[in-house]
């Protein structure tokens, strides 16, 4: 949890759990968008 802060430790909580979902998610989007551009160049090339 965040230090003593004059934040209401509800906020804070609230933004790291954000945080913590974007970055869990970031290799999955990336996977998904190396497979689409993966795919796309590979219509391309036929």
């Known amino acids: 949890m965040a230090d003593n802060t ?4 509800q906020i ?5 759990q954000t945080n913590v979902k ?5 290799p999955a989007q990336a996977m998904g968008t190396l497979y ?3 795919s796309q160049a590979a219509g391309i090339a036929i």
């Not at 004059?6 to 430790?9: G, H, K, Q, R």
């Not at 804070?12 to 790291?16: G, L, P, S, Y």
């Not at 974007?22 to 970031?26: H, I, K, M, R, S």
């Open 22 to 26: 974007v970055l869990g998610e970031a």
């Open 6 to 9: 004059e934040v209401n430790s």
């Open 12 to 16: 804070t909580d609230a933004v790291t």
């Open 36 to 38: 689409q551009i993966a």
